[in-house]
């Protein structure tokens, strides 16, 4: 049996940019590409925090250093320059490999530049 699991995140990311006219993708600074463990066309999930917008595409590179996370094509209508967005991916893992594995949190500041990573999210308490 195969799990789907959280295999990296982007937390609180901004966007940057929004261009309709595009290609559809999202690019991604590359700094915040390799912290985070994503490939480039890689599937991508998007979860705009300040629409409700969740949609799919894929990763492709920004100019590393840069801070761009630029939603592009038709995407480029469920977000806004701005918006905070949380980009995640997800792996197939074998139902024995799930207790070893753990995910890549990268968490950003409000200029996408990295406040700290983590390999688990915080309890919730009620």
């Given at each position: 049996m195969e799990i789907t699991l959280l295999?990296?995140?982007?937390?609180?990311?901004?966007?940057?940019?929004?261009e309709l006219e595009y290609?559809?993708?999202?690019?991604?600074?590359?700094?915040?590409?390799?912290?985070?463990?994503?490939?480039?066309?890689?599937?991508?999930?998007?979860?705009?925090l300040n629409n409700g917008n969740r949609f799919t595409t894929?990763?492709?590179?920004?100019?590393?250093?840069?801070?761009?996370i630029s939603v592009n094509g038709a995407a480029a209508h469920k977000?806004?320059?701005?918006?905070?967005?949380?980009?995640?991916?997800?792996?197939?893992?074998?139902?024995?490999?799930?207790?070893?594995?753990k995910p890549t949190l990268v968490y950003l500041d409000g200029s996408n530049q990295i406040i700290r990573t983590s390999n688990q999210i915080p309890i919730q308490a009620a």
């Open positions: 295999k990296s995140k982007l937390h609180q990311a901004t966007v940057t940019l929004t290609e559809g993708s999202c690019a991604i600074d590359a700094d915040l590409l390799s912290a985070a463990g994503i490939h480039e066309y890689e599937q991508i999930h998007i979860y705009n894929y990763a492709i590179q920004a100019e590393a250093g840069s801070g761009v977000a806004n320059k701005g918006d905070r967005v949380i980009i995640c991916c997800y792996a197939r893992l074998l139902q024995h490999e799930v207790a070893n594995f």
